[in-house]
């Protein structure tokens, strides 16, 4: 069978077929004669799912010793004893359960008048796909993520961490645009540091 006359693929079906890790190259059609055969190739050094510029496994594990309690204590900052007050905060793993219920539930305010927010999902390269359901597939075992009933639906993808792992990504655009801009917005950290010390202080109304 010539490759023009191939069967068509819609768009769901190369989605799922994605998903599922059945198709592992897609070519594109090219005029030989105008491009280049470099651009059809690829280099062993870019088979790796791990880019050249993350950081190396031993400067990775260099910084994480470098926040431990006993580096943070033998720095003599002054946050130490602070930090050790709330020590339970800070989990070495993420926790298997849920925090405690303490009564305060976010909501999202949106603006009168706004219909759901929903955009279609995309598609995504199947290294994006597997690091997607893997992230979900264990905050799920954990009893971090339960069934959502939400009318709202917005894609997620990822970004490459400088570590060289998968950050996950939701596309908020849509709801953010029907988001009625909250009235105390959460000081910015910076301003957190110059004013811990203060008897009181305010945000500054929108």
Known sequence: MSITSLPGLS???LLRDLKAGDIEQVCWITDGDS?????????????????????????REERFAAQSWES????????????????????????AELPADRGVRHEIDLAP???YCVTRQWPLPCDQVKAI????????????VPESASPHSSPTFCVRKATGGWRIVHAFNKLNDATV????????????NVLCRAASFIAPSA
């Open 133 to 144: 359901d893997d992230f979900f597939e264990g905050r799920r075992q954990a009893g971090h």
């Open 11 to 13: 768009w769901k079906n």
């Open 35 to 59: 491009v280049s055969h470099a651009i059809n190739s690829v280099d062993s050094a870019y088979t790796s799912s791990r880019p050249k510029s993350a950081e190396p496994k031993s400067a």
């Open 181 to 192: 801009p909250a009235q105390t917005p959460i000081p910015r950290k910076d301003m957190v």
């Open 113 to 115: 008048g706004s219909k």
């Open 72 to 95: 943070l204590k033998a720095s003599g900052n002054p946050i130490y004893e602070t930090a050790r007050e709330f020590a339970d905060v800070f989990h070495d793993k993420i926790p």
